[in-house]
T-cell receptor, first 113, second 110 residues
């Protein structure tokens, strides 16, 4: 069966510090990968998605970036965090041959102080 | 511009009664719709889906209805249970991209 991991589970960072969140998927090959953010009391905002290694599509202009160094690894980064970057970050995957359903990881709670 | 909308931020229902969660969309090109359930501090879990070629899909206590002409879908939970209390997101899939509503918080009272 497929599983998706995210770490860390929680993170408290000062403004201006860098960020690196990691997501890995097991049990499948060539997945589509996604990063979402859920701000407090808000819905899910798609940040990035990737259909292959090195292929990243950005949905929202911001100080975040994403990379996909390996087929089942997706990394969300920032060089300098802002207060507005606080939120709940979710990684998700879907099959390329069946893009109908998307499966989410457990999420990372990021607090920028 | 939000292409999937859930206009009710919250819903409170008595245990055993029906819960109806609503969702509207604007893009007629959407061909697959999903409902997710989310508990605090956890990732959303897939609940049920429906293809645009159908108008109803049922799975146990959960039924999703799709009205394409009205660009509207709904999730019915019958009977509602306290464990159903969570935030429910509807989503639409269009060419590898998933568009989510803002969620409806369901509270099922014992």
């Amino acid at each position: 069966s497929q599983t998706i991991h995210q770490w860390p589970a929680t993170l408290v960072q000062p403004v201006g510090s860098p960020l690196s969140l990691e997501c890995t998927v097991e049990g499948t090959s060539n997945p589509n990968l996604y990063w979402y953010r859920q701000a407090a009391g808000r819905g899910l905002q798609l940040l990035f998605y990737s259909v292959g290694i090195g292929q990243i599509s950005s949905e929202v202009p911001q100080n975040l970036s994403a990379s996909r160094p390996q087929d089942r690894q997706f990394i969300l980064s920032s060089k300098k965090l802002l207060l507005s970057d606080s939120g709940f970050y979710l990684c998700a995957w879907s099959r390329r041959t069946d893009t109908d359903t998307q499966y989410f990881g457990p999420g990372t709670r990021l607090t920028v102080l | 511009d939000q292409q999937v909308k859930q206009n009710s931020p919250s819903l409170s229902v008595q245990e055993g009664r029906i819960s109806i969660l609503n969702c509207d969309y604007t893009n007629s090109m959407f061909d697959y719709f999903l409902w997710y359930k989310k508990y605090p501090a956890e990732g959303p879990t897939f609940l049920i889906s429906i293809s645009s070629i159908k108008d109803k899909n049922e799975d146990g206590r959960f039924t999703v209805f799709l009205n394409k002409s009205a660009k509207h879908l709904s999730l019915h939970i019958v009977p509602s249970q306290p464990g159903d209390s969570a935030v429910y997101f509807c989503a639409a899939n269009n060419f590898n991209k998933f568009y989510f509503g803002s969620g409806t918080k369901l509270n099922v009272k014992p």
